[in-house]
């Protein structure tokens, strides 16, 4: 699954137009809505409010229907909504268009200003979670590289044993029929779910067993942790021959035939997330411990200049809240407004997220009573 990168945002991020278009709207994934093509009238809606704002500022007509002209063409694309994720992101310009199908979930917004609108992007880089999951059959292993809203294959053929049979070194299947038709004689059928014993586990033993060693090169050093897609038997023998040291105490257990792998990726984020969100509760407790030493602030005015020299190491926004007003970076001038109805008005709470951000900050985007200081839209920890 492709999404954007750090490099993409510095790319979005350098564009500078007199006006850069973004436009947010929610998508579903499939269901009535789909059908019924709900997203697509949901970007006409943004696409007309587009088209006044710059109409308002004195663009033409003709010229309005030519920089929105590639906005028009996906309304008009049915097959493009049946291939959506959570929320879409498109940014427009002179000469420029980029679309970003995401499984993050967008409230409908639009933004026009010299730089494409941002920050509503950041929580696909934050407490992102990375994490590796491995799907566990007799039959077929498969490694991935996760994170919350990522799923990439690692390609592991040439590290581990194809199946079981190339590690036992005998004619596995034969085996293994036998030991079925004894067990069946007895009124006792192995299936799925079932517990192995005796020298059957061993081999399932020793071919686990081949398998983690297999998967030190990749794993190296790294200590993200691991998460296990298995029944549940597979499991608990794998759990007694893993070497790896942040392998995850509790596994899926899936009947991988009928569920897909985007599935399954969603159920291991569900198990691992509260892992990764103690890294945000960290940091709000690091900030209410800071408080007066100097090394925090709130209000847009202090802190958007923090951002540009790369002192804030954590950036707290309030999640669909805003700050417009302008920024002077000559004279590192900030003058707020609580709209953005001047023309030359800018959000001065997306540039702050971005400069952080692009100077290796950590952006969260959080409900207001979640925030560490709810009387402030922007709250910042620096880093010195």
Known sequence: MSLVSKKEIAELHDINQEHCISIFIPTHRAGKKVFQEEDALSLKVQLQHVKKKLAKKGFYETDITTITAPVQQLIDDHLFWRQQSDG?????????????????????????????????????????????????????????????????????????????QDRVGYDYEEKNLQFRTQQAGKGQVMYHGQEAKGKRKNEIKQYFRAINDGLKPILNDENIPFVLASQDYLFDIYNSVNTYSNFFDKNINSDFKATDILDIHELAWEM??????????????????????????????????????????????????????????KNDTVIANETEENDTAISLMNLAAIKTFLNGGTVYLLDKNDMPNQHSKINALYRY
């Open 88 to 164: 879409l992101a498109i940014f427009i310009a002179e000469n420029y268009f980029q679309k970003y199908t995401l499984p993050i979930y967008f409230e409908a917004f639009n933004y026009i200003a010299d730089t494409f609108y941002l920050k509503p992007l950041m929580p696909l880089f934050v407490d992102d979670g990375r994490f590796y999951l491995m799907t566990l059959e007799l039959g077929k292993v498969q490694l991935y590289e996760c994170s919350q809203h990522s799923i990439t294959e690692i390609i592991i053929d040439d590290l581990i044993p194809e199946n079981l």
């Open 272 to 329: 691992i997330s509260p892992t990764f969100d103690q890294n945000r509760k960290d940091k709000i407790a690091q900030f209410l411990e800071a408080q007066g030493t100097g090394k925090t602030a709130i209000g847009i005015e202090k802190i958007l200049q923090k951002a540009f020299k790369g002192q804030v190491d954590t950036l707290f926004c309030e999640n669909l809240a805003d700050i417009f007003g302008t920024y002077k970076i």
